[in-house]
């Protein structure tokens, strides 16, 4: 295995698709627990919704061809017959030149196929003045339009939303089969790294902010996070904690010592916890270049650096889409993006994709993205932004003015 010879971040998205299986694991959840759970079976419409043809809008249900030609200087005339009460079944029957009132939802009556709007008519003692036609269709949802029997609603891997939740219960799904909750491990190494509750550093101390940071992320994206704490420079150690930790989760996390100093043991430590090993060791990529990505006898195993903002950024980039692809969702191969306008001239390496952390600004109608300027290691440069430019390796830099793709925060 040759380490450090650098991935760019097409490969390692490639690399990602290539080595990171989804998890085989499954359960069953009622419906109002399953929130952000992903699909692990396609759900097939077993009937129509709605279940009948129903009114959008509060009016008269009608023949649309009684309305043809009503106007508010020439109004048509129709008789109404009766109304539809919500949750009954109509008794009344729309023959040509009359009108039955009906809410919003209700059952069309039979004989009709569209309903006016009230306020585009008037009851008169029992004559409704029409001033405008409609269409065949027109307020009307028809019996299966929303959802068809016999449908895929929904396929595997899709993410459960407020909606879907919606979706499933107009069928009266109470229960769904998903891929359960990933459980990832966050071990962080360094002697000069101490908890982060430590209220007075000694000279050299730093404080294991990523360690919250980086926790918090994978906590939004639904997964659960067990926290190993803080092992020191020592291998023998670290390779313990690390394996201890590894065999309790799906994934493992290891924050700090991923470049290629003396006593960076992360790779060595991956290495050791089973093979194929490291698939990606150094990204071509700014911030964030000493990056370690692995599998090990079928877990993910990811090496971050230890800077705080290069950290957040390769773990927003990479591994969200790790995690994603393991919890069984269908993903785009790149986090979302949105465009904005650059504000000022952005110099870039060729061969090295560049991400600029920006703040977010609308002129006139439109977003620009203004550029916060501070070293990779500064993680208020991250609570200023609003998200990050990507600059694709490609390219010699940005223009003022020029549209760019920026991964918005969540």
Not at 60 to 80: N, Q, R
Not at 165 to 173: P, R
Not at 217 to 229: F, I, K, P, S
Request: proline content about 6%.
């Amino acid at each position: 295995m040759q380490f450090f010879k650098v991935k760019t971040v097409e490969e390692t998205f490639a690399l990602i698709e290539e080595y990171i299986p989804v998890t085989p694991h499954k359960e069953v959840r009622v419906l109002e627990e399953a929130l952000h759970y992903i699909l692990a079976e396609p759900v097939v419409a077993k009937e129509n919704v709605p279940s009948f043809d129903r009114s959008t809008v509060d009016g008269y249900a009608v023949k649309a061809k009684d309305t043809y030609g009503s106007s508010e200087s020439m109004p048509g005339f129709l008789t109404i017959t009766g109304e539809v009460k919500m949750g009954e079944v109509p008794h009344s029957v729309v023959a040509p030149g009359n009108a039955v009132y009906v809410p919003t939802g209700g059952m069309m009556p039979s004989g009709s196929d569209s309903v006016i709007m009230i306020e585009h008519c008037e009851d008169l003692d029992g004559l409704l003045n029409t001033y405008k036609q409609i269409a065949p269709g027109e307020n009307v949802i028809r019996a299966g339009e929303d959802i068809k029997e016999g449908e895929t609603l929904l396929t595997t891997g899709t993410k459960l939303r407020p909606q879907e939740l919606g979706a499933l219960a107009s069928l009266g799904i109470t229960h769904v089969t998903v891929f359960r909750q990933l459980k990832v491990g966050y071990l962080s190494s360094g002697d000069e790294i101490v908890p982060y509750q430590t209220e007075t550093l000694q000279e050299g101390q730093i404080r294991d902010i990523n360690h919250l940071t980086i926790s918090g992320l994978a906590r939004e994206w639904n997964v659960d996070v067990v926290y190993g704490g803080i092992v020191r420079d020592d291998f023998e150690v670290f390779r313990q904690k690390a394996k201890e930790l590894y065999d309790q989760v799906d994934c493992l996390i290891l924050s700090g010592g991923s470049s290629v100093g003396a006593k960076d043991y992360t790779t060595e430590v991956i290495q050791s916890l089973g093979n194929p090993g490291v698939f990606v060791h150094g990204i071509s990529i700014k911030p964030g270049k000493p990056t370690i990505l692995a599998m090990a006898d079928g877990k993910p195993v990811i090496g971050l650096p230890g800077h705080p903002a290069s950290a957040m950024i390769i773990f927003r980039l990479f591994g969200e889409r790790i995690l994603r692809k393991l919890m069984g969702e269908k993903v785009e191969r790149k986090p979302e993006r949105i465009f904005a306008r650059i504000t000022k001239n952005i110099p870039s390496s060729p061969g090295r994709s560049d991400y600029i952390r920006v703040r977010l600004v609308e002129k006139e109608g439109e977003w620009w993205a203004e550029p916060i300027i501070g070293k990779s290691g500064l993680i208020t440069t991250l609570v200023k932004s609003d998200g990050i430019v990507e600059i694709s390796s490609e390219k010699e830099g940005i223009s003022q003015g020029e549209y760019v793709p920026v991964i918005a925060s969540r």
